[in-house]
């Protein structure tokens, strides 16, 4: 396919250095991705010519500063399709974005007795914050199960949602099987009895385009750091009528209107979530990463990484004692696998020695392996940067690791 991978690959300099004097090969891309030159440089120039805190000053890098900040808020609303500017809230990542609505939106709707739905193959991230919201508030915690390819029983939901339901929260793709869940639908049905969304997209914003208004989630949460940009700036896309609704998550300086001694009141969205000095060098360089994959386009870019999960999958099913995890009819490019009695980690560690960086472990989805009645896997993640020749190596390290272990 007509994809310049020369022309990319230049473009990452982590990617063009030797480790332990091999050609470096990065397949954790689901655990972070790596960042283009044009992203490295903007946070560089950024600091060299422009930086000064946002928001507060009448003086001028302040102002563009703060133009540069509220630029990107613009861009991130065109990238996903959101109505409104103000809809887009900048946090510190997807894990923050979601502790934000189980707090906000549990202080003001859940109760006694309500019902929070989530799905059986969350990241902790999407699993943990509403366990905590259901035993602040005495709510119960639903699940719904997947089924041995890794699909979500999606026609279990119905039976799932009660009058006591207040919101269903599910991930977009799975990090730990690569499974593409059916979100427009999944939003359907629960629209279907009045239950609003929250949809984790951590793992689909960096391989797929997303339009928030065509899926109609009430929530889409990320990270910057999965989608080429630095670490610690995140979104938090929310329909401006719940988002004028719930309570504000923190507060302190850059969210108050008006404050005395007893009382503040706030300023409106999208300012009322974003208290303190954000992080608005992260911000810049998340407008840095969109332009770079607007310009290569998601759609190629999601196209040529099917490529490369097909070749992957093929030459992995033919090795014998090889089990892939996760075997869903959509998936994204992650494969999780395991090696006839081979601990995850050994594997891992051998591979990593041939200069190949997989993840091994639960992979922050600890019911998902016990699901398998497995400890962790091994997980290859690929990006756009990645190439044939890469999984090549990499099938080979892993027929190199079976051979050490016969
Ligand atoms: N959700 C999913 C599906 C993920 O894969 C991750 C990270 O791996 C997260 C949430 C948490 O993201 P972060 O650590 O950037 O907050």
Redesign the pocket.
Known sequence: MNFDIEKIRADFPILNQKIYGKDYIYFDN???TQKPIQVINAVSEFYSSINSNIHRGVHLLSEKSTKAYEDVRAKVQKFINAEHEHEIIFT???????NLIAFSFGEKYVNKGDEIIVSAM?????LVPWQMLCQRKNAKLKIIHFDKNGELETDKINDLITDRTKLLAV?????ALGTINPVKKIVQLAHNKNVPVLI????AIQHTIVDVQEIDCDFY?F?G??IYAE?GI?VLYGKEKFLNEIPPYQGGGDMVDHVTLEKSTYLDLPFKFEAGTSNYVGAVSLGIAIDYINEIGLNKIAEYETELLNYATQKMQAIEGLTIFGNAKNKASVISFLLKNIHHYDAGMIIDKMGIAVRTGS???QPVMTYFDITGTIRASFAFYNTKEEIDRFIEAILKVKQMFD
């Open positions: 689901g655990a972070t510190k990542g997807t894990t923050d974005s979601i969350e990241h902790h991230s999407n991930t977009h793709i799975s990090n984790d997209g951590a793992q949460v990270s750091h999965k670490t995140g992979h922050c989805a």
